[in-house]
């Protein structure tokens, strides 16, 4: 009786590849479930224009935002007017953490989200409700570009300041283009939809949708693709590069020389 | 001691007057005195391989192997690059190739240096010596012969006697660059004029401002307050390759729509070079040529990304920041009939870095 059991777990349960498929079902169904979970947030459409989430949205704005903003949204000296900038411009700025700003500095910088997605989008629809301005794009304006058009795309209107990897670069007196690394598709749409602090608007009629769509699939390209060059060193060029061979290349230079000149012990 | 003072170079001024040093009365020259001493040579100090005939006979081997490993190294170079060819349209292939050959090389001669240096320090004899520098100065006698031959020289060659032969040579050195010069015109373009090239554009009256890189007609409708659009003139798009990037490093512009009370003019016609805040600002650098595009909508600012040069939107592109000589030239624009913006002229002015013939 004692032999029977133990040779079946030899045979079964103990088998070192039952315990990789294991883990590989366990990562596929929770890789599987947070997808579904993350699509649906992306796509959990709120009705922009029913009153209760535009009065939801009016609450929020008054506790939050009007110090600055202005009760009305109408701007003070402390903040623009916010009257026809639209929805894409506050799902940008609060669903990127940018807004609410924490300290008047040259630029606002990106920091963990304020609101929960559903208050974002309450605050979306009562600054679209106060005048016409750009929407949030859809789930399906963001997918299926053209890389390669959307690679000259950004050669000639992005990368100037974003730079050609999409690693962001210094702009005047301390405000800088960030880096897109991290920046979500619908994000970047809001962003050329709108254009957020210095940023230049790129509205649908000098870039259209499709153009825009070629832009994002560039840089989820970008994203997904490791460089074929090797290390990239944050893509920053010269500085970063330059550091690089400083420290490392001529630090083994002087080893090198501090080894040929000492003497043999 | 209370005579003694330091000077200026960390040496000691001692008044003669101390007896220890010249043994003579009291006296107002002072003599220096080196307070550093000459420790000589440290003492000579046996490596591990000079009492160890192990350790040397270890490192004589490391030094063989390092050879051996050099051959292999090179070995490892030639079959990388005899398995690992570079296929046409595979950048995969490429990057191997280039990987293993420079690995390979590098390898093979790093320790053909390591070898050498370490057989140097480690295995051969270790014997201190000292050589004795000579003083630079000749003994007379040899600075006497070296003006006899100086002398014999000139006169055996005739160089000072023959002047028809010598400034003959001086003549054929200096006229040798020459050449040079003429042949530097062979770089600009031959069968027009280089001076009137760098002084005109592709731009010309009625001329649309469209979209790059596509060619698409702008309207003045299209822009909206913060708007920013690369543009090229009309009919560039469709010029052949080499010929469209040549016109398009001149002739590329910035084209951006402020309020229009955000913009100042100093002159009316100026002014008039602009329609409903929007202006056209050729986008090559007026420092040494780069292209000027980085631009904040807030602070209308333009930003050079190569000498961060800084120009004012608002204020007919001064310069307020950098190396740049002179404001951004301004492309004169306005709206046609069926509402596209059009250039009214060329650029009233040489765009791009400075050059000798220019006026300004």
Not at chain 1, 95 to 111: I, L
Not at chain 2, 265 to 291: E, F, L, M, N, Q
């Amino acid at each position: 009786m004692s032999q029977k059991p133990d040779s079946n777990r030899k045979s079964g349960r103990r088998s070192p590849l039952a315990i990789i498929l294991l883990v590989a079902i366990g990562l596929i169904t929770t890789g599987a479930a947070y997808a579904m979970a993350s699509s649906a947030t992306a796509s959990a459409e709120v009705d922009l224009s029913s009153p209760e989430v535009i009065d939801e949205g009016a609450k929020l704005f008054a506790a939050n935002c009007a110090t600055c903003h202005g009760l009305q949204a109408q701007g003070t000296e402390n903040g623009p007017s916010l009257i026809g900038v639209g929805a894409a411009s506050v799902d940008f700025q609060v669903g990127t953490g940018r807004m609410p700003m924490q300290a008047n500095s040259p630029q606002a910088p990106v920091k963990p989200v304020q609101f929960t997605d559903a208050q974002v989008q309450a605050l979306a629809a009562y600054v679209a409700s106060l005048g016409p301005g750009p929407s949030i794009p859809s789930a399906s304006m963001l997918t299926g570009g053209d890389v390669a058009h959307g690679g000259e795309l950004f050669r000639i209107n992005c990368a100037m300041c974003h730079n050609v990897a999409g690693a962001g670069g210094a702009l005047t007196e301390g405000k800088y283009a960030p880096t897109l690394d991290n920046s979500a598709a619908v994000h970047v749409y809001e962003a050329m939809l709108s254009g957020p602090q210095n940023m230049p608007v790129f509205n649908d009629l000098n870039l259209t949708p499709t153009e825009k769509k070629d832009i994002i699939a560039y840089l989820e390209y970008q994203k997904a693709n490791p460089s074929p060059g090797g290390l990239e060193l944050g893509s920053l060029g010269p500085v970063s590069e330059g550091l690089f061979l400083w420290i490392f290349g001529v630090g083994a230079i002087i080893g090198l020389t501090i080894w040929i000149t000492a003497k043999s012990n | 001691m209370a005579n003694i003072a330091k000077g200026s170079d960390g040496s000691e001024l001692v008044a003669t007057s101390d007896k220890r040093l010249s043994g003579k009365e009291l006296g107002t020259a002072v003599v220096t005195t080196d307070s550093f001493e000459n420790p000589g040579l440290p003492p000579h100090r046996q490596r591990v391989t000079d009492t160890d005939p192990r350790r040397l006979a270890r490192a004589a081997r490391i030094v063989a192997w390092l050879f051996y490993l050099s051959i292999a190294g090179s070995l490892f170079t030639i079959f990388a690059y005899m398995f690992f060819p570079i296929e046409d349209g595979d950048t995969t292939s490429l990057r191997l190739s280039t990987l293993y050959i420079g690995l390979g090389s590098a390898f093979a001669l790093l320790a053909i240096g390591i070898a050498a240096v370490h057989w140097g320090k480690a295995v051969m004899a270790d014997k201190e010596g000292v050589d004795e520098r000579h003083p630079v100065r000749g003994t007379p006698a040899t600075r006497e012969r070296a003006i006899e031959i100086f002398k014999e020289a000139d006169e055996e060659s005739g160089f000072s006697r023959r002047t028809v032969i010598r400034n003959g040579m001086i003549g054929a050195f200096i006229a040798f660059p020459l050449p040079a010069i003429a042949l530097f015109r062979g770089l600009a373009p031959m069968e027009v004029d280089p001076n009137n090239e760098l002084k005109h554009t592709f731009w010309k009256e009625g001329l649309r401002l469209t979209r790059d890189p596509t060619g698409v007609a702008i309207k003045a409708s299209d822009l909206t307050i913060g708007s920013s659009v690369h543009v090229i003139p009309e009919g560039l798009a469709e010029l052949p390759e080499h010929e469209k990037l040549d016109a398009k490093a001149k002739a590329a512009v910035l084209l951006v729509r402020l309020k229009p009370e955000d913009l100042n003019w100093t002159s009316d016609k100026r002014k008039s070079w602009s329609y409903d805040g929007i202006v056209a600002y050729s986008k090559i650098c007026t420092h040494v040529g780069c292209p000027v595009a980085l631009y904040e909508q807030q602070t209308h600012h333009l930003l050079c990304p190569c000498h961060q040069s800084q120009f004012d939107i608002s204020n007919e592109c001064a310069v307020i920041f950098g190396p740049a000589a002179r404001p951004l030239p301004q492309l004169p624009i306005t709206v046609d009939a069926e509402g596209y913006l059009v250039a009214l002229s060329d650029f009233e002015e040489p765009v791009g870095p400075s050059f000798w013939e220019r006026e300004k």
